[in-house]
């Protein structure tokens, strides 16, 4: 006699993305539950695989809330699903995980401490009080503790902490928070502070069972300078109100002006900094933690030299456990003082930070007056992301911890596993498989032999992590970055060459999902040009695969090539030279009384004689140029100091200055009636804030007319922007509207930083839009 009851169906799911460490497993055991479904799940170097066998509306059921609603952390790019045998399973359990011969497997980044565990975290009741290293599925260290996949325990540098009976009951439970959450630990179990002097000199006088972050705290309260070992790496940390403590951070680290991050405990102290609008308040917030740049109010606080020059601060909120209770136990210490601290990396100036407790010990114990560490060790270094909000999105200007590994999935497919190796500064690198791009974290300047060996190890971890064996290589066209020789002294067969300013906008293309082509203007300090100039106001139209230069800052050649960069002096007599001949030394100008007319002379006979003067179209380099002209200074101690400080000076006339397009193949942006009209100005008493404002309109209305006469020709209305320049808020913004107006659609970069940071994304996108072309 026949049943009517509906027959039992079972499937198997095979699940990619961002689906191990993140509570994926736990979050489909509770929903089979729910749904009374049978079968398994594992975790393999593949991602999640699962099996469930019930009814078919309650198959379907599941299907859709994996699909709609998985847990906060998981990031699914896709579900492939088959019909298998049912076998009569009516429980559902979590298997072992198992390795595949292929590995698809993502990481997650580092996530900060999620409520939950901020609430135990302070909770006397709880058996984690006050416990430093307490996380669970949906939050902790995840990348920069990583040694292999599968993510599991013994993968990690955690293994070497064998859990106490009341974590393993936690891990081992699929309804708790803390199922397979692979730093699981506790005070009885895990990993433990230490506080190190290495100086006699602000030593306050606590009891002597004082513990680690009361001895750290107090030490800060004091005027000292500590090393503190985070995430990725360790901070140098200071008082940020302190002026002393801020000076002496300055000389030890050897930073003489660059600015100095900050950490605020919450969103109110940061309100007493800084002007915080909903969209900088959702990134403060948001789980990756970035360092947010933020408009300062006119009496904030701080030391004044946090950040020398800058109109805003660096800052951002505390996203590990052990800043949660260092930076509540300073507010106490510091009695009654905004409890804001520096927290910049640790390291000396052009070096990678340091992340190995025995190199930390030895590279920072001439700048730290103490240490506060701990004993689990960090595998990656990661340095801290940088971001903020620009035309109405993020804008990244470091992309790293919080984001990295997360790979950047692309439209395009890589044909065959690839390298894209950046570019010299703020160098990132690029592994790319299938539709994934995998950027690293903030390698740093390719200055030297630590910050290289630091691009190695990155390389050859990401390989590993991500199964990807590069046999295509990408690489900036420069000849002397070492990036490039690096690429090029490979093994790797296949090398593909990408034009500087090429791979800017193709990685804006690259992450917007379009292939082109597009009215690209790529804007920076130096990018090598075809021609062997230096190039640095492009306006290409572009594709992936290729582009046309249709338009570019008139060349200027560039007195002592690099020397110019923190010279800016130099750049700045050049443009007067063009724009009055000799005559410009007569200018009643301070800028033109303070040269000095012996050295000028030397360096125009150099220019004379095409000595060390390569032209340029820089328009980083014409920044420079007015900032020295209107007074702001004339030497920079970093590259693109001069330019920022001309942005901080800018006030809200943006009229455009006087300036011309030069006809030719290609067009050429002529600056020298601006030069000239400026020089009138600052003659009349103009002020710089003035000027400075009336530059940046000119700049943007330049760039928007050479938009609509490359339009004008049959180009599209699509401009990307990217490069460095456009770091400069008021003039992307600026531009951005122009643009607008004019009916342009603007993309720009919001996944990766527009400067070189996310060169090696546009490199790989050319090198395989043009592997693609090749197998068509």
Not at 89 to 100: C, P
């Amino acid at each position: 006699m026949g049943s009517d009851a509906p027959q039992n169906i079972r499937r198997r799911l095979m699940v990619r993305g961002i689906v191990q460490g993140v509570g994926f497993r736990p979050f489909v055991y509770g929903l089979a539950q729910r749904l009374g479904l049978g079968g398994f799940v594992l975790n393999d170097s593949d991602g999640v695989t699962l099996e469930i066998e019930g009814s078919a509306d309650a198959l379907d059921a599941f299907e859709q809330t994996l699909r709609t609603t998985p847990p906060p952390l998981a990031r699914i790019d896709a579900i492939s699903v088959e019909a298998v045998a049912p076998c009569g399973e009516t429980i559902f359990r979590i298997e072992t995980s198992r390795a595949a011969a292929v590995r698809n497997t993502l990481i997650s980044p580092d996530v900060a401490t999620c409520d939950d565990c901020l609430r135990e975290l302070f909770d006397p009741a709880d058996r984690r009080f006050g416990y430093p290293f307490i996380n669970c599925t949906n939050c902790g260290p995840r990348f920069t503790i990583v040694l292999d996949v599968p993510y599991d325990r013994a993968q990690t540098t955690m293994h070497v902490f064998p859990m106490c009976p009341a974590c393993q009951a936690e891990y081992d439970d699929p309804l708790n928070r803390r199922f397979h959450a692979q730093p699981n630990a506790c005070a009885a179990c895990g990993p433990s502070l230490a506080f190190h002097w290495r100086s006699t000199a602000f030593r306050p006088s606590l009891s002597t069972d004082a513990s680690p972050i009361e001895q750290a705290a107090a030490a800060l309260a004091q005027g000292a300078i500590l090393a503190i070992k985070g995430l990725g790496g360790y901070h140098l940390a200071c008082d940020a109100l302190d002026h002393a403590a801020v000076a002496r951070l300055r000389t030890r680290k050897q930073r003489e002006a660059k600015p100095f991050a900050l950490m605020a405990p919450d969103l109110e102290t940061i309100r007493q900094l800084c002007y915080v609008n909903k969209d900088e308040e959702a990134l403060l917030m948001s789980r990756q933690r970035p360092i947010v740049l933020l408009d300062a109010l006119p009496d904030a606080p701080v030391a004044p030299s946090v950040a020398p020059g800058y109109a805003t601060l660096g800052i951002m909120l505390p996203y590990t456990p052990l800043h949660h209770l260092l930076l509540r136990a300073y507010a106490a210490a510091a009695s009654g003082r905004l409890p804001v601290l520096v927290m910049t990396s640790g390291n000396l100036s052009d070096e990678p930070i340091a992340y190995r407790d025995d190199d930390a010990a030895m590279r920072l114990a001439s700048i730290a007056d103490g240490m506060l560490t701990h004993n689990r060790d960090i595998h990656m270094r990661c340095d801290d992301s940088v971001a903020r909000i620009v035309a109405g999105g993020v804008q990244l200007l470091r992309r790293s911890r919080g984001y990295a590994p997360e790979p950047v999935t692309l439209a395009l497919r890589f044909p065959k596993p690839l390298l894209a190796v950046g570019g010299h500064l703020k160098n990132t690198f690029c592994l790319a498989k299938g539709h994934d791009a995998f950027l690293s974290h903030h390698i740093g300047d390719l200055e030297n032999l630590e910050t290289l060996t630091s691009f190695r190890e990155g390389v050859r971890h990401f390989a590993r992590l991500f199964d990807c064996h590069p046999e295509v290589v990408a690489y900036d066209l420069h000849p002397e970055y070492l990036a490039t020789k690096e690429a090029l002294a490979s093994d790797i067969p296949l090398k593909i060459g990408v034009q500087h300013h090429h791979a800017h906008i193709a990685s804006v293309l690259a992450e917007h999902g379009i292939e082109g082509p597009v009215i690209g203007v790529a804007a920076d300090g130096t990018g090598y040009g075809l021609d062997g100039a230096i190039w640095g106001c492009e306006v290409l139209i572009a594709d992936l695969r290729n582009f046309v230069r249709f338009a570019h800052l008139a060349y200027i050649p560039l007195p002592g090539g690099d020397a110019a960069v923190r010279q800016v002096w130099r750049i700045g007599a050049t443009y007067l030279w063009r724009a009055f001949g000799d005559a410009f030394l007569d200018l009643n100008i301070p800028f033109v009384q303070r040269i000095n007319r012996q050295r000028w002379a030397l360096i125009a006979r150099m220019i004379e004689r095409g000595v060390n003067a390569p032209p340029t179209s820089s328009l980083g380099r014409l920044f420079d140029a007015v900032a020295a002209i209107v007074g702001i200074r004339d030497h920079a101690l970093y590259e693109g100091q001069a330019a920022i400080e001309l942005e901080t000076a800018a006030g809200s006339d943006d009229r455009p200055y006087p300036f011309a397009l030069l006809e030719g193949a290609p067009l050429r942006i002529d600056p020298l009636p601006t030069i000239r009209a400026i020089v009138a100005d600052l003659q009349t008493g103009a002020p710089v804030a003035q000027v400075s404002g009336r530059f940046h309109g000119t700049v943007a209305e330049a760039l928007a007319q050479t938009c609509e006469r490359a339009r004008a020709t049959g180009a599209p209305a699509t401009v990307a922007l990217s490069g460095g320049v456009f770091q400069n808020r008021r003039l992307t913004e600026r531009l951005v509207a122009r643009l607008e107006q004019s009916g342009f659609r603007v993309l720009l970069n919001r996944r990766v930083p527009p400067n070189d940071g996310g060169l090696c994304l546009g490199q790989a996108a050319v090198a395989a839009a043009r592997l693609d072309n090749l197998r068509s």
